[in-house]
């Protein structure tokens, strides 16, 4: 029974394949096949039955759009043709080689086809251009298309015009490929309109045709256009208005555009003004223009929402048109900050030469500052030794204060610098101490702040390096070296500087700062000194962590799956390939392929080369796999293929069949043909179900035709 069923199942498929050959058969495909023996390699058709067909050496003509009659012969082994080709043709082969020896002289030819094959415009007013609709010109040949001229013919072809579209005249546009025409359509009278498109080139006909489509709207009518669609007024602060925008308001139509109603509404509508020329009961003559002007003036903070609506006679857009009108306001803030917020000078001789130090002032508001005075206040021994502020500071803007420190009596001295600004009040608590002692002098070679080059999260930008020196005439002793402000992880600190470490009277040390990102954005941390005698140097560190893009890898395959069909236990193992096509835009590295049931990868000279495999976006290579059934029956398996932590997998599967000494010529499996014999194959099932349905169906017909 289960002979029977394989036997019809035999039938049917070549009954498939005969139909297929009649349909989708290429030659040319068949004439490479012939020249160049099977995809996966092996011996040429040429080598034994000369270099074409036609010469019928060794009665290959048999076979002229028959491939039953090649895939007997290698049944057969005549020739010695199945030991050599055997389940390595897939059916869709088979048909092309036989459609090549039915047409030895078959050349490449472009195909030509022209689709939609009627563009139909919807209406328009008389002399006004419709917005342009396309057709695409395929070549679905397998010879470059040469198109000689695009142009419109017909009886109102002066009511339509070619423009845009990437089809040219005099372009060649390759096998497979297409471009496009586009038409657009202006009528010179009412009623239907009708003309044709056409397209001259060297496929077979010599030229493909549109028949272009229109109605012209014999009464005028006005069309309204905006400049815009959307007004975004930005951040704005509450109690400032913003700039005025301004949208112009076009007529592009045929007659006078009236307004019915120009109005604002929404959320935020009591916080816009609307000027401008447009107005309920003036015109706007066919092409001319009017503009609407529109300014918010918030005065609550959040988000500003609202939308300008024109209600008018025109044609388009059911007449109304609008703009949508957003923002955010926020109340205005102003803010000052002091790097760092406290200056400690330590000890200090008496007489010595003074101590400075630099504070840097930003603005950190929503609001231009405006300073009213910067200077110290508490104690003479501290002055302020220079400043680089003015009275204005803008937003995000900095400038810096150097105070000095010069004890005239011994003890601590306690001071501040103070900013009187339009921001709160600002003070800095400024200490030292006065003595008679010799004392160390510590400074950093630069005040910061240190800009680092902006740098990928998780890689390092190149060290900086500050130095310390000790002008005094003591040595000093750092008592600790930290990291704080903002984002400390992100900053490394190393370097001969470290706390205890001690530098003599003249001597440095060096402080060695790295910018390491743990996120994307602006990263700041702030360095701090302090030695054993009190002093405080600060260092600001700013960053920028650049965020790592991650491409995931992106591999196409082909097939992702196939099954080898039945193979004999012990003959020869069948292969196929399958193509790995890197489909992302990064180069991709595939570390190794791992295999689960009886198949395993084969080395193929024009296959992927040993893992890893590399390949560049749009590169592939073919993966080949065999087939070697040790078990009768069902052999399911996998083949992963894998680049980092992802993993591609393609389902593999095959019937181990035991060798039987009467059994016919093992032509089954392999190749692609992958249900020669295997009736539990869905796809086999199916195909003969489709084919035992079409021959009642044609007697049916037939039937019914002879009645
Ligand atoms: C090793 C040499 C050799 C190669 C390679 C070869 N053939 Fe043949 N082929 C033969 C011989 C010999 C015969 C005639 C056998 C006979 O008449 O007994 C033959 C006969 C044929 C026939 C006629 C069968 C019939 O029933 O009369 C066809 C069709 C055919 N070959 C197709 C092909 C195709 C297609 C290829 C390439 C895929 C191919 N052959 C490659 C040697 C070869």
């Known amino acids: 029974m289960n002979r029977l069923i394989a036997r019809v199942a035999s039938a049917v498929l070549l009954f498939g394949l005969v139909g297929q050959a009649a349909q989708a058969a290429d030659a040319l495909n068949g004439k490479s096949l012939y020249l160049n023996g099977p995809v996966s390699g092996g011996a040429t058709c040429a080598s034994c039955h000369g270099p074409t067909p036609a010469n019928n050496v060794n009665g290959i003509l048999a076979a002229a759009n028959q491939p039953s009659v090649i ?85 109102a072809a002066g009511d339509f015009a070619l423009g845009g579209g990437s ?94 109603a120009i109005s604002v509404s929404g959320a935020s509508a009591s916080i816009i003004t609307r000027a401008g020329t447009c107005a309920v009961g003036t015109s706007v003559a066919a092409g001319s223009s009017c503009t609407v002007t529109v300014q918010a003036a918030p005065t609550s903070a959040g988000a500003i929402a609202a939308s300008l609506t024109l209600a008018s006679n025109a044609s388009n857009g059911g007449g109304t048109v609008t703009v949508s009108l957003t923002g955010t306001a926020a109340a205005p803030a102003p803010a000052l900050s002091a790097t760092p917020s406290a200056v400690a000078f330590g000890s200090q001789t008496i007489g010595a030469a003074a101590a400075t130090q630099t504070i840097t002032l930003a603005n950190t508001g929503n609001v231009a500052l405006s300073i009213g005075s910067v200077g110290v206040t508490g104690s003479t021994a501290v002055k302020l030794s220079g400043s680089t502020c003015g009275t ?40 030292g101490t006065g003595t008679t002692q010799a004392t160390a002098k510590p400074a950093l070679s630069e005040t910061g702040p240190i800009a680092f080059a902006d740098t990928q999260v998780g890689s390092s930008a190149a060290d900086h390096t500050t130095t310390l020196g000790n002008s005094g005439n003591a040595a000093l002793k750092i008592a600790t070296l930290t990291l704080g402000g903002t984002n ?102 595939l570390s190794g392929a791992t295999f689960s049931g009886p198949f395993a990868a084969v080395a193929d000279s024009t296959g992927c080369t040993a893992f890893p495999v590399t390949l560049q976006p749009g590169a592939s290579c073919d993966l080949v796999v065999s087939y070697t059934p040790t078990n009768a029956g069902a052999s399911n398996g996998s083949v992963a293929i894998q680049s980092g932590s992802t993993t591609w997998n393609i389902a593999l599967s095959g019937q181990g069949a035991a060798s039987t000494p009467n ?27 489709l084919s035992l349905v079409v021959i009642g169906w044609r007697r049916r017909s037939r039937n019914g035709g002879a009645k």
């Open 488 to 589: 400390p992880g992100d900053f490394v600190v190393g370097g001969t500087c470290a706390a205890n470490v001690s530098v003599s009277s003249g001597a440095t040390c060096t402080i060695t700062t790295a910018f390491k990102p743990t996120a994307a954005g602006a990263r700041s941390a702030d360095l701090l000194l302090v030695t054993d005698s009190g002093a405080q140097l600060h260092l600001t560190l700013n960053g920028n962590g650049v965020a790592v893009v991650v491409t995931t890898p992106s591999l196409g395959i082909s097939p992702q799956s196939f099954d080898f069909g039945s193979v004999v236990i012990g003959g020869t193992a069948p292969t196929r390939r399958f193509t790995l096509t890197n489909s992302g835009a990064a180069a991709v590295t």
């Open 71 to 155: 895939s007997n012969a290698f049944a057969a082994n005549l020739g010695g043709m199945g030991s050599l080709f055997n389940g390595k043709f897939s059916a869709a082969e088979l048909a092309d080689l036989a459609a090549f020896i039915g047409n030895p002289n078959v050349t490449a030819a472009p195909a030509a086809s022209l689709a939609p094959t009627t563009l139909t415009f919807s209406g328009a007013n008389i002399g006004q251009a419709s917005a342009p609709l396309s057709a695409t010109l395929t070549n679905s040949g397998n010879a470059a298309l040469n198109i000689g001229t695009i142009s419109i013919g017909g009886a």
């Open 663 to 689: 059994a016919a010529p093992s032509n089954h499996g392999g190749g692609g043909c992958s249900a020669s014999q295997d009736v539990t194959d869905p796809t086999l099932v199916a195909l003969l179900v």
């Open 392 to 431: 204005t500071l803008a937003v995000g803007a900095s400038c810096a204060a150097t105070v000095s420190f010069t004890p005239t009596t011994e003890g601590a001295v306690t001071a501040a610098l103070a900013v009187a600004s339009n921001a709160p009040a600002l003070q800095v608590g400024i200490t």
């Open 167 to 260: 089809c040219a005249n005099g372009a060649s546009i390759a096998a497979g490929a297409n471009c496009t025409v586009q038409a657009t359509f202006t009528p010179t009278a009412a009623g239907a309109r009708a003309a044709t498109l056409i397209i001259t080139h060297n496929a077979t006909g010599g030229s493909s045709t549109v028949s272009l489509n229109g109605t012209g709207n014999a009464t005028p009518q006005a069309t309204i256009g905006l400049s815009a669609s959307s007004v975004d007024f930005g951040k704005l602060l509450t109690g400032i208005p913003s700039a005025v925008s301004s949208i112009t308001v076009n007529n592009s139509g045929q007659a006078a555009l009236n307004f019915s």
